[in-house]
Every structure is written in structure tokens, then in C-alpha cells.
Antibody, heavy 123, light 108 residues
Framework: EVQLVESGGGLVQPGGSLRLSCAAS????????MTWVRQAPGKGLEWVAN????????YYVDSVKGRFTISRDNAKNSLYLQLNSLKAEDTAVYYC????????????????WGQGTLVTVSS | SYELTQPPSVSVSPGQTARITCSGD??????AYWYQQKSGQAPVLVIY???KRPSGIPERFSGSSSGTMATLTISGAQVEDEADYYC???????????FGGGTRLTVL
């Protein structure tokens, strides 16, 4: 069974930093694109960043470029998101999501999702 | 930045057909995907590559795409289909992904 478990969320002051982690199990982590998606309280989903299988390709939404860094450790079956220079508008539940490798090719489209970790940016 | 536009809400009676639209300039060249999110839960993929249904998703869910608009259709909507629905796609470069603003489906 595919499992994605996020951790590392919490309360942080504006300008502060956090590192989110996502522990993956139940599938061959190194074969899959991985994605971070966030959802502000009462708002819609927002794609944040994704990373390819070996970490050589990384893409970000414009609003986090230069502040957030996505990374992965395939030996540890783990995905990370480093959040720096945090702003109030970064307050959200952050979901880790895995891509899909059915049909003979691998896609970055989020298929498997964790339950999310809440990041609150407030003084 | 690229945007996908959805209606904020759609309301139908049980057994009726619900249609949720998603418009975006790159949709003629990029696939649309649809997610269902019930309150307090993580999203679930219900349609991929415009019109394909993952295993375990009821047959009443279908998708189509024409020009700059993709459509999620729920034929014979049921009370348990009440949820927020999001379309998802990529910009013309393929590198930026985006969700639509979401549509709240009410079935009552």
C-alpha cells in the first residue's frame, strides 16, 4: 500500500524557515516524480513544486521561486521542501504527492497523496 | 502566470447530470486532470488525460476536452459526490503546473 507521511509543519514567524519532510513507503520511490501542493485555509489547491526521479529537474510556482527548495533522498525514500523567508500568505496545509508510472511511462501528475502538514506563518 | 478558470459552484438534484467546466489557453495541447476533494480529506484523482478514469472511480464520472475547455461530467450525481472539484494541467511550456480555482458541487 502506498503511504506518504508529511511532517515538519508548525508555527513560524514571518521571515523564518521550516523544512518539511515526506516519508514514502509501499512503492519504488526512486521511479516517481514527486510534488508539493498546498492549500490555504478555506482556499483551493495550489501546485508549489515538483522534482523528477533523480532530482535533476525541479520546477516551482512563481510565488515561491528563490524562497523554497524541493529536494529528495532516494536512499531514504524521502522528499523535502525547505521553506525560507516565510510570509503570512504561505500559511497552508502542505501535501506531498507522488506521480504515476502505469502504462509504461512515468508522469508527474499527482496520484497518491499524503494527509498534509500545516504550516502557520504568524507573529 | 497561467490560469485555469472554473465556476465557483454547481448545484444539481440527486440523479441529475452535473457538468463542471475548466478553461485554459493551453488545453488544446495539454491534458486536463480532475480531482475530487471532500471536506477534511486529501484530493483524489477521478479523471486523467482528459477522459480516462482510474480504477475504482465510478463509471458515472467522465471527462472530455475540446479547444480551450475541459469538462467533468457526473451522470446521475449522488449525494456522496458532494465535494470540491479541481482541474489540473500544465502551461504551454509543460514545466509549470496549475490547479483551477475549484468548483463546489452541491447535490440536494
Amino acid at each position: 500500500e502506498v503511504q506518504l507521511v508529511e511532517s515538519g509543519g508548525g508555527l513560524v514567524q514571518p521571515g523564518g524557515s521550516l523544512r518539511l519532510s515526506c516519508a514514502a513507503s509501499g512503492f519504488t520511490f526512486s521511479r516517481y516524480w514527486m510534488t508539493w501542493v498546498r492549500q490555504a485555509p478555506g482556499k483551493g489547491l495550489e501546485w508549489v513544486a515538483n522534482i523528477n526521479q533523480d532530482g535533476s529537474e525541479k520546477y516551482y510556482v512563481d510565488s515561491v521561486k528563490g524562497r523554497f527548495t524541493i529536494s529528495r533522498d532516494n536512499a531514504k525514500n524521502s522528499l523535502y521542501l525547505q521553506l525560507n523567508s516565510l510570509k503570512a500568505e504561505d500559511t497552508a496545509v502542505y501535501y506531498c504527492a507522488g506521480g504515476d508510472c502505469s502504462g509504461g511511462s512515468c508522469s508527474s501528475v499527482p496520484v497518491s497523496w499524503g494527509q498534509g502538514t500545516l504550516v502557520t506563518v504568524s507573529s | 502566470s497561467y490560469e485555469l478558470t472554473q465556476p465557483p459552484s454547481v448545484s444539481v438534484s440527486p440523479g441529475q447530470t452535473a457538468r463542471i467546466t475548466c478553461s485554459g489557453d493551453a488545453l488544446p495541447k495539454k491534458y486536463a486532470y480532475w480531482y475530487q476533494q471532500k471536506s477534511g480529506q486529501a484530493p483524489v484523482l477521478v479523471i486523467y488525460e482528459d477522459s480516462k478514469r482510474p480504477s475504482g472511480i465510478p463509471e458515472r464520472f467522465s471527462g472530455s476536452s475540446s479547444g480551450t475547455m475541459a469538462t467533468l461530467t457526473i451522470s446521475g450525481a449522488q449525494v456522496e459526490d458532494e465535494a470540491d472539484y479541481y482541474c489540473y494541467s500544465a502551461d504551454s511550456s509543460g514545466n509549470q503546473r496549475v490547479f483551477g480555482g475549484g468548483t463546489r458541487l452541491t447535490v440536494l
